[in-house]
């Protein structure tokens, strides 16, 4: 299986007033079982255990009110479409 990586994004931001920092790798992918882009959401658990809800999204349902992070992730999908 090939792998592409689309870009690569380093985040800088602030969480419950602490300084935090990401470098975040962004491939394009697929389900092998395309079933699951059926779902009206998917459930996983975040690193620390808590709880994970994603849900699909046109990248045009983002705008200043409705964020995708990192920064710079909206214009990095939206120039391989």
Known sequence: MAYLLLGVLES???VN???KHEIVF???GRFVE?????LPALHGR???GDPLRAT????????ENHRLAPEGLRVLLSSTQ
Do not use: H, K, Q, T
Request: charged share 25%; glycine share 4%; net charge negative.
């Open 12 to 14: 800088i931001f602030n």
């Open 17 to 19: 007033g602490a300084p």
């Open 26 to 28: 962004v491939y394009d």
């Open 34 to 38: 395309e079933s699951v882009y059926a």
């Open 46 to 48: 975040e690193a620390n």
């Open 56 to 63: 699909w999204r046109a990248l045009e349902a983002f705008d």
